[in-house]
């Protein structure tokens, strides 16, 4: 199960920003392992404060 987590400064991505970022990683992440893993793949964005 392919699982990929991207970290962000929070605030700084747009819903429709996250959504096209987890669309072109997973079709990435299929063309090099198959479509059989499509169901399995996690793409998880983190938003992380800038005073951490």
Same mark, same amino acid.
């Given at each position: =199960?392919p699982l990929v987590q991207i970290k962000s /400064?929070? %605030?700084? /991505?747009?819903? !429709? &920003? &996250?959504? !096209?970022?987890? &669309?072109?990683?997973?079709?990435? /992440?299929?063309?090099?392992? %198959?479509?059989?893993?499509?169901?399995?793949?996690?793409?998880?964005?983190?938003?992380?404060? =800038? !005073?951490?």
């Open positions: =199960m /400064l929070q %605030g700084f /991505l747009s819903a !429709e &920003k &996250k959504q !096209e970022i987890i &669309k072109r990683v997973t079709e990435a /992440l299929i063309s090099v392992e %198959g479509e059989a893993v499509r169901p399995f793949t996690w793409v998880i964005i983190d938003e992380v404060s =800038m !005073e951490s």
